[in-house]
């Protein structure tokens, strides 16, 4: 198939190959078994600059929330503001891993590898914000259970995604 579809490229100006030629590879990239994300990515930002069905749009504002989930901002102190960012945060990844679940066939084939890179490196992101939290000044005296609570935040969100931990497949299981 990795043949076939060279020889279907070849058919065309780079600039002009059909987007079915362009899904067809998508789809041969994302079925290794460690697909290469960079060229995957490519290959999806080539089909999604210009959507031109539902499903495209949807895989398209999938990869538009991640960024907007990684450029949030915790707050530095552990509060109930913190707590309620923290929740809003989850819910907007776990939102964009049922979108990805929810996409055809083709398309969650094509995603999924890349939902999977951007829920890893979102947990880190959130990982490295709750090292960085800090004790509230009048909760002095707790620092175990302070840094207990934060390793237990960590590891929940570990399990949380731990799909997205293991090694890339294409199964269709949602969270």
């Known amino acids: 198939s990795e043949r076939w579809i060279r020889f279907e490229e070849g058919l065309y100006p780079q600039d002009q190959t059909p987007r079915s030629v362009l899904m067809k590879r998508a789809i041969l990239i994302a079925s290794q078994s460690e697909p290469n994300l960079d060229a995957l990515r490519t290959q999806a930002s080539s089909l999604l600059e210009k959507p031109q069905s539902a499903s495209e749009r949807s895989a398209q504002k999938i990869l538009k929330a991640f960024q907007k989930v990684q ?64 004790l509230p000044a009048e909760a002095s005296g707790i620092e175990e259970a302070f840094y207990q609570k934060k390793e237990e935040m960590k590891s929940n969100l570990r399990e949380k995604y731990r799909e997205f931990f293991s090694s890339p497949d294409s199964s269709r299981s949602a969270p």
């Open 71 to 134: 450029s949030q901002v915790l707050p530095k102190v552990l509060s109930e503001d913190f707590n309620q960012k923290m929740n809003r945060v989850i819910r907007d990844l776990d939102s964009q891993v049922a979108a990805t679940a929810n996409l055809p066939a083709q398309w969650f084939k094509v995603m999924h590898p890349l939902v999977g890179e951007e829920v890893r490196k979102s947990v880190e992101q959130l990982t490295s914000q709750i090292d960085a939290l800090e």
